[in-house]
Structure formats: C-alpha cells, structure tokens
C-alpha cells in the first residue's frame, strides 16, 4: 500500500540522476537475486531435509517477502543509498549500532565470497580442468581483488548480462529434468522424502538457513534508490516481483533435481546442479554447463567484493572504521586497504571453512541487519514525510522479526561463535578509530 503525504512524493530530491524505471530495476533485482547459491546448496538442503528440499525453499521465500515488504517502506520512504546502517542510524542515532550494522554487511560480503571461492574450486571446476581445491580458491581470490583493485566499472547492462548467463543454467537444469520426468525416468515420490535419522521439521528449518542464502541479494537494491524513477510505485513492483519470480525458479530447480537424482546423490556433491545435467542423458556438455555455472559464482563473488571493500571503506570515510581503509590508489581511486585486508580475510575463511557453514554464518549475519531494519521500520512509522511512499501494516515487520529469530534459533554454536568474533573484531575496530579521532581533536583544540 501507498502512503500518500504529499503531491510530489514519488520523486524525492536527489542529486542523482532518475534513469532507472521498473523493468530494468526489476532486472537488476532478479540478477542479484538469481545467484550462485542455488548452483551449490541444493546437495546442502538434501542431506538436512532429504528430497523435500522445496520445504525449506517456501520457508526462505516467505522470510524473504516478509523483509523485502520492510525494505519496500523504508527504501520508498527514504530514497537515499545506504541501507540498513543508514534505517538504524535514522532510528536510533546511536554511532556504534550503525556501525555494526554497516559492518555486518561488510562481514557478510566477505563470508559470502569465500563461500562462492570453494564453491568455484568444487566439482564445477574440476569438471573443466583437475587441480587442487585449496590453490585453485586462492588463486580465484587473487584474481577477483585484481580486478577489484583496477576498478570495476559496472552497469545495469552489464549486470544484466551476466544474470541472463546465470538464469540460462538455471532454465538448463529445468528443461532437462522436465525432460526426465515426460519420458518416465524421474522419480517424483522422492520429493515426500526425508532425510533419514532427522525429525523432518527439525531438518526442514535447519535446510532454510542454506535456503535463505539462495535469496539474499535483494537488500542490495536499497543502494540505487536515488537513481529510480517513481521508486513508490517501482521499488514494491520490483522487490515483489524479483523475489517471487526467485523463488519460483528456484522450486522448479529443487523439484527437478530431485525427480532427477537421489536426495543422497544430491548431498555428496559441490556441483549438484552438474550432477542433474549429467544424469539426464539429455547430452548437454558437462564443460557447458560448468561454464555457465562458474560466471555466475565468479560473478557474484566479485560484486559481493566490490560490495565489502565500499562499505568498509565508507565506514572509515564516516570515521567508524581506522583511516587507512579510506587510502585509495593514485590514478584508480580504488580503496586498496579496505581491498587487500577484505581479500586476505576472504582468503581466511574460504581455507578454513566449508560451503554450508560459511552460508549459514552469512545467513546469521544477515539476519541480524534485517532484524535491525524490520525493528527500525516499526521506530519509524511516527515519522512522517513529505512525499508518497510504500507502507507496509505493522503485522509485517512484526511477522518478519518473529521469522528471523526462529531462523535465527536455528544457527548452531560454532556459526554463532564466527559471527561473535566479526562483532568483537569489529568493536576493537571501533574503538581505535574513536580513540584516534579524540587524539586528533585534542591535537586540534589544543
């Protein structure tokens, strides 16, 4: 629903160009959405909850409607870039809880690409060439900071590009298990299975921690609304319609991969997905279909990079962070501390942990920052604006809150230990860079 508090409200003042209308947000939307994750978590979902993998996908579906309604109201109601850290800061005013809010995200980035670095070592390289997993990450860090460092000049083209590359797979993995099943070679009954010795709720909400993962993505629209047109009426078109039509696509991969293969096939691969095209006997080449599915982790490893190293270097810039993560290199005006210490972190985690734990620790982070933005939501239906904006009823966010704690609940002690060290890591962090600026102030005053 549309708030309306003024005659002018769906164009907010902005210093930004309005260029972007519904189709193409809508794009960008389902490219951020439609990512790696699924390439490499459906194997993960199987051995939690067995062929009934499309249980924990309508869980994640539902959580993600609920925040993206939160995310309707407060993008449209403050159409500035910033996300979550700027909704809490507007909230609370509290400087240390929108860092850490900011630094969540930043740790999330980094947590998501290690988990895509060990992805894009597993089966979908092998697949193309045989090299060691561990090397093999470490060398596609390397490369994306590289890039990273020479600067990165995306486009919505661009982006668009690349999620058609992405979804073509995703429509390969359909069409074939379509194929399957019409020819009488699938199994459906599997997908009323469950995983043996798992109490199948139990296991049906452990498997939406990875689902989730599958969704995330679309909090990132949050930074070109000041580039929307109309974004009252764009962005709850856009959101809604990105995350159903994900979540869809995603359900038919679930029901397919399983039709296709046993559940505990599934579970013991890194390229599940491959697995499915290869079982088929459709003859779709393995080397094709890895392609594929290796531009789309490269590519969302690399933006998730790009992501982390601009929020920590505009942590530092707002003074949050120490001032070395705002140096920037002479020529490329890239901000190659925040870079380097973001790729050597990245670098960390991908050698130490494994694809499902290093999900689920994002999926722990991210809940907490939508956890954040849903309370905020609810802080700040009083304040009232001059221009239209979606607004969602308060049961939403309320639901949304609810959601997020049980998903939370469901985190095991290890994924929490990870996720309380990026927040201790994070307060040091804090407070040096308090600490300096009180320095200089008394430098300054005196």
Do not use: C
């Not at 709720?201 to 995330?216: D, H, P, R, Y």
């Not at 050597?344 to 939508?370: D, K, P």
């Not at 049961?395 to 996720?419: D, E, K, M, R």
């Amino acid at each position: 629903m549309t708030n309306d508090s003024g005659s002018d409200a769906s164009k907010p003042e902005t210093g930004l160009k309005r260029a972007i209308g519904t189709p193409l947000l809508f794009a960008f939307i389902v490219g951020d959405t439609l990512g790696a994750g699924i390439y490499t978590l459906v194997g993960t979902m199987a051995s939690d909850v067995g062929g009934a993998i499309w249980i924990p996908l309508l869980i994640a579906l539902v959580v993600a409607l609920l925040t993206a309604a939160t995310y309707a109201e407060l993008i449209t109601k403050y159409p500035h870039a910033g996300g979550a850290a700027r909704y809490v800061d507007r909230a609370f005013g509290i400087p240390f809880l929108s860092f850490l809010v900011g630094f969540l995200m930043m740790a999330s980035g980094i947590t998501t690409a290690a988990t895509l670095a060990n992805a894009f070592a597993g089966d979908y390289l092998t697949a193309l060439i045989d090299v060691p997993a561990a090397p093999a990450a470490v060398v596609f860090i390397i490369v994306l900071t590289l890039i990273n460092l020479r600067g990165v000049r995306e486009s919505l083209t661009a982006n668009l590009v690349a999620s058609i590359i992405e979804v073509s797979g995703l429509v390969i993995v359909i069409f074939v298990a379509g194929i399957v099943l019409t020819s009488g070679n699938g199994e459906p009954s599997r997908l009323l299975e469950f995983a043996p010795d798992i109490p199948p709720l139990e296991g049906a909400f452990a498997a939406s921690i990875v689902a989730f993962f599958s969704f995330l993505g679309f909090e990132a629209a949050a930074n070109m609304a000041e580039e929307v047109r109309n974004p009252s009426k764009s962005y709850p078109r856009a959101l809604f319609g990105a995350i159903s039509t994900a979540g869809l696509v995603y359900l038919l991969i679930a029901l397919g991969a399983v039709i296709v293969l046993p559940p505990a096939e599934l579970a013991e691969s890194t390229g599940p997905l491959l697995d499915v095209v290869a079982a088929s006997g459709v003859g779709i080449p393995p080397w094709l279909f890895s392609l594929i599915a290796l531009i789309a982790i490269a590519n969302g490893a690399l933006l998730f990079m790009v992501m982390a190293s601009r929020v920590g270097y505009g942590l530092a810039e707002a003074g949050l962070l120490p001032r070395a993560f705002s140096r920037v290199l002479p020529g490329r005006r890239t901000p190659w501390v925040s870079i380097v210490v973001i790729a050597g972190l990245t670098i960390v985690l991908a050698l130490t942990g494994n694809v499902a734990s290093l999900a689920e620790t994002t999926v722990l982070l991210l809940l907490l920052v939508f956890l954040s933005a849903n309370v905020s939501v609810l802080v700040l239906k009083k304040d009232k604006v001059d221009h239209d904006h979606f607004a969602a009823p308060r049961f939403i966010p309320v639901l949304a809150i609810i959601a997020s704690i049980v998903l939370l609940t469901q985190q095991t002690g290890p994924i929490w230990l990870g996720s309380a060290a990026y927040v201790v890591v994070g307060s040091l962090l804090f407070l040096a860079a308090r600490a300096r600026r009180k320095r200089e102030n008394r430098v300054s005053d005196g």
